[in-house]
């Protein structure tokens, strides 16, 4: 299983990023998959999660409305559209697959190397 997570990068507050997850290893129209986050000095925490068919959706109070994630099975691959970004969504982001379709860390089971998203006031 690999889960390789490109499209980090600097970005002004309010400006937007997209993040994308190339998934291979596993038959991924089976699995859903999420992205977490962590920031410097704190708890890794689940951002969006999505079910392997891409009809339920999770989102945090703190990023609801504003981060948008979709998965394209025929490409294996899981994105989130992240706009109007905050100082504090500043993290390390990593996608991640759940052995079910809860979004939380516990019942993540391969996580993939991170992407930095660095958000400047």
């Known amino acids: 299983v690999q889960l390789q997570a490109s499209g980090g990068g600097l970005v002004q507050s309010g400006g937007s990023l997209r993040l994308s997850c190339a998934a291979s290893?596993?038959?991924?129209?089976?699995?859903?998959t999420g992205w977490f986050r962590q920031a410097p000095g704190k708890e890794r925490e689940g951002v969006s999660c999505?079910?392997?068919?891409?009809?339920?959706?999770y989102y945090p109070d703190s990023v609801k409305g504003r981060f948008t994630i979709s998965r394209d099975n025929a490409k294996n691959t899981v994105y989130l559209q992240m706009n109007s970004l905050k100082p504090e969504d500043t993290a390390v982001y990593y996608c991640?697959?759940?052995?079910?379709?809860?979004?939380?860390?516990?019942?993540?089971?391969?996580w993939g190397k991170g992407t930095l998203v660095t958000v400047s006031s």
């Open positions: 999505i079910s392997s068919n891409g009809t339920g959706t």
């Open positions: 991640a697959r759940l052995f079910i379709h809860y979004c939380n860390i516990p019942n993540v089971d391969y």
């Open positions: 290893g596993f038959t991924f129209g089976n699995y859903a």
